[in-house]
């Protein structure tokens, strides 16, 4: 092999070697990332099922004072002319 293709395959490994190193790099920015969000959406599920659990337990108290004055309202007598 003559000393210029060893040079140009010694300047290829340095490319793919320094290309590496980025995708490295970004791998972790990448991984930090999702770390971050991964957290932002477990604290918004748990807020979610906070929520849901609330919806649920007025939609019991509204139904119930609902059927209470359907209750009310057939139990009076009707007033009319």
């Known amino acids: 092999m003559s000393v210029n ?44 099922r906070r929520w849901e659990k609330d919806r649920d337990w007025l939609r019991g108290k509204v139904r119930k004072v609902l059927g209470e004055l359907e209750a009310i309202e057939f139990s009076e007598p009707s007033v009319r002319d």
């Open 5 to 48: 293709k060893l040079v140009d395959l010694e300047a290829q490994v340095k490319g793919l070697i320094a290309h590496l190193q980025e995708l490295k790099r970004r791998n972790a920015q990448l991984e930090e990332r999702l770390r971050a969000v991964d957290g932002r959406l477990s604290k918004q599920d748990a807020t979610l």
